[in-house]
């Protein structure tokens, strides 16, 4: 088995807790613009998440730029649960509100700084590869401290297209400096991010942290990425000695 060299992360839910910065901001959004959702936050944010039309899929494909993606969703929003139509200039005052909050709401996963910690005294160069936009996954990194560890960072916008086309892991280990197999990558996503990264000729860790999913994931699904090689963690606190346990040397950094 070829050595791990370096670890490569997925940033939203897995180091950033995106999901509680959404439920902020989609908590002032019901607020302002869904008052008859009041008390069905929860359902508003399993919508949001779950993007069931797929528009930021369309997005990490570099089919329809940021804001088109967002816009939409938030118009298939109102239309779920009773809100205003969004024109162009309404939508500006939407995503002001969404942003600040969205934004001011960023806090890292308590397990997020000691696993980089961890990976980095055990000597490996880590990186983080996500489908958003590099600038603003950068200030992501900075608000919630978090870039110290990180010193690579390819985005949807370095190759046009986000995961999970197997160009933008291989870019990643290129920038990282570390061959595909002596790299892990972990992410939130069993499709997405581990069994994309397998199928990219890396290790794919899938991080399932306890609580709703995004999507949702069926055992049979989990039985077949397993048996491609994915490996499953709850929290980040397992990473390290499952890293380690793949024969990653000391010292390489």
């Not at 992410?187 to 581990?194: C, H, I, Q, R």
Request: with cysteine.
């Amino acid at each position: 088995m070829t050595p791990v060299r370096g670890v490569l992360l997925d940033i939203d839910d897995t180091l950033v807790d995106t999901r509680g910065a959404f439920e902020a901001a989609l908590g002032a959004i019901v607020d302002r613009y869904l008052p008859g959702a009041r008390g069905r936050e929860a359902e508003v944010l399993a919508a949001w998440r779950a993007d069931v039309a797929g528009h930021y899929r369309s997005y990490t494909r570099g089919e329809v730029d940021h804001r088109t993606q967002r816009m939409a969703r938030a118009n298939e929003l109102h239309a779920t649960f009773g809100g205003p139509p969004l024109d162009e200039e309404a939508y500006q005052e939407w995503d002001q509100l969404f942003e600040e909050r969205f934004s001011g709401a960023w806090r890292a996963h308590p397990d997020a700084a000691p696993a980089l910690e961890a990976l980095t005294r055990a000597g490996l160069r880590l990186g983080a590869l996500t489908n958003a936009a590099t600038a603003y996954q950068e200030a992501k990194l900075a608000r919630t401290g978090l870039d110290r560890w990180l010193g690579v960072l390819v985005g949807v916008d370095t190759l046009g297209v986000g995961k999970p086309h197997p160009r933008v892991f291989t870019e990643a280990c290129a920038r990282l400096g570390t061959e595909p197999a002596a790299t892990v990558y972990v992410g939130d996503e069993l499709d997405v991010d581990a069994v994309a990264a397998v199928a990219a000729g890396l290790r794919g860790v899938w991080l399932d942290r306890p609580g709703p999913r995004r999507v949702g994931v069926e055992q049979r699904e989990v039985g077949a990425a397993t048996e491609r090689g994915v490996e499953v963690v709850t929290d980040l606190g397992r990473l390290p000695d499952l890293v380690l346990g793949f024969g990653a040397p000391a010292g390489l950094g």
